[in-house]
């Protein structure tokens, strides 16, 4: 699944920027709310600006998606920073499993906007900044909205994939501290679902696209709202380009490139595509089938393997059922891949499964029909028929 995050360590660098910051915003935020005097709303017009960053995808999984931050710079204080909601640690206990369960805590970090840069270098990433047309009140409040957001008790949130994650952050603190309503226009985009939308960054990726169409449930074939649309850091770029405040000012002045690199070449991975293995497993099934009505040999072991693959990816599967993430909870694959067949193993080695066989057969007609409501990850639909073929073959010679 998809993490936009940047992999950065707590340094004594990011602990003196910070304090910069904090310097600047304590000695200017309070008059946020009062009224600006024309010298100092020129001052701050002409010395502060706040800049929305994105950054390119990498070769990694968590860096497929691509990233967003803030770059606020005030330069009668020396003070060039990246404001990013992507930072995390993969050594906090557990991490994984309480990604996989929608139980992640992101945090706010800020960061020198050179070394920011210079990370995406080196990792052969573009990034791109908008210049954003904000009024002094308007970066004021920004400023204040990110030193109360920077507090300790407020630092760390609960990172959701789709609906809250470091892209959304860094729109919510521009959107919802500006004078008027932004209207984004119509997107190209417009209608796509969640699914359809994170297809466009797999492409090379087979299996990523594999994986996320496996734990991806039914909500994720729903159409997306704008909004929704912008949990992608491309999405939000492209939309606040198109947008206008109140049906007037422009959000967007100018787009710069500040790291302009050639992408490193793509990991193919695996040679085989889900689909191709999917339909190696099917010609194996239906020679071996055959094969087993020819000669009247049972190949009974070959069943039990199925089902002890089954039954532990479907083991995945059903534990989605208590994560989080509300687009994997109700997932129709489950109807295939679930946890009964490792309980049908050991019946069926001792010719006592017939039963068994029918419910299972029932299930995966009715995984066929959900077909029609739900985008399947590719290659499932061959190891379906896999399983249908032996499922009926084993009940009709079951005594």
Request: hydrophobic share 45%; glycine share 6%.
């Amino acid at each position: 699944m998809y993490l936009c995050a940047v992999k950065c360590e707590k340094t004594i660098l990011r602990s003196v920027l910070l304090a910069l910051f904090l310097l600047f915003v304590n000695g200017t935020i309070c008059r946020a709310d009062k009224d600006l005097t024309p010298e100092f709303a020129a001052h701050i017009d002409s010395t502060i600006s706040v800049g929305f960053i994105t950054c390119g995808p990498g070769p990694e999984v968590y860096s497929l998606y691509g990233h967003t931050a803030l770059h606020f710079k005030d330069t009668s204080r020396g003070t060039d920073v990246a404001v990013n909601w992507g930072m995390f640690s993969f050594s906090k206990p557990n991490f994984v499993l309480r990604f996989v369960f929608g139980l992640t805590d992101y945090e706010i970090g800020i960061q020198d906007f050179a070394y920011f840069c210079e990370a995406y270098r080196y990792e052969h990433r573009w990034v791109k900044e908008q210049q954003l047309d904000l009024t002094p009140r308007e970066k004021l409040l920004i400023a204040e909205a990110i030193e109360e957001n920077y507090r300790p008790e407020n630092r760390e949130y609960r990172y959701n994939y789709f609906y809250d994650n470091c892209t959304t952050r860094a729109r919510d603190m521009i959107a919802n501290h500006l004078s008027g309503k932004l209207d984004y226009g119509t997107s190209p985009h417009e209608g796509l679902s969640f699914r359809q939308l994170i297809h466009q960054y797999c492409e090379g990726y087979p299996w990523v696209r594999f994986g996320n169409d496996i734990l991806l449930g039914l909500q994720a074939d729903a159409p997306t709202t704008a909004a929704e649309r912008q949990f992608l850091p491309n999405e939000t770029m492209a939309d606040l380009d198109r947008a206008v405040i109140d049906g007037g000012r422009r959000l967007v002045v100018g787009t710069t490139t500040l790291v302009d690199v050639a992408p490193l070449p793509v990991d193919k991975g695996f040679p085989l595509s889900p689909g191709t293995c999917g339909l190696i497993l099917y010609a194996v099934v239906v020679a071996l089938t055959v094969w087993e009505i020819i000669s009247r040999k049972d190949f009974r072991w070959f069943d039990a393997v199925l089902m002890v693959l089954c039954g532990l990816s479907g083991l995945v599967l059903f534990a989605m059922l208590f994560s989080q993430h509300p687009t994997v909870r109700l997932n129709l694959q489950l109807l295939l891949l679930n946890p009964l067949p490792l309980f049908f193993v050991w019946p069926m080695l001792r010719h006592r499964c017939r039963w068994q066989y029918a419910m299972w057969i029932v299930l995966i007609c009715l995984f066929f029909i959900g077909f029609y409501f739900q985008h399947y990850a590719e290659g499932t639909m061959f190891v379906a028929s896999s399983l249908l073929i032996r499922n009926i073959k084993r009940f009709y010679s079951e005594k």
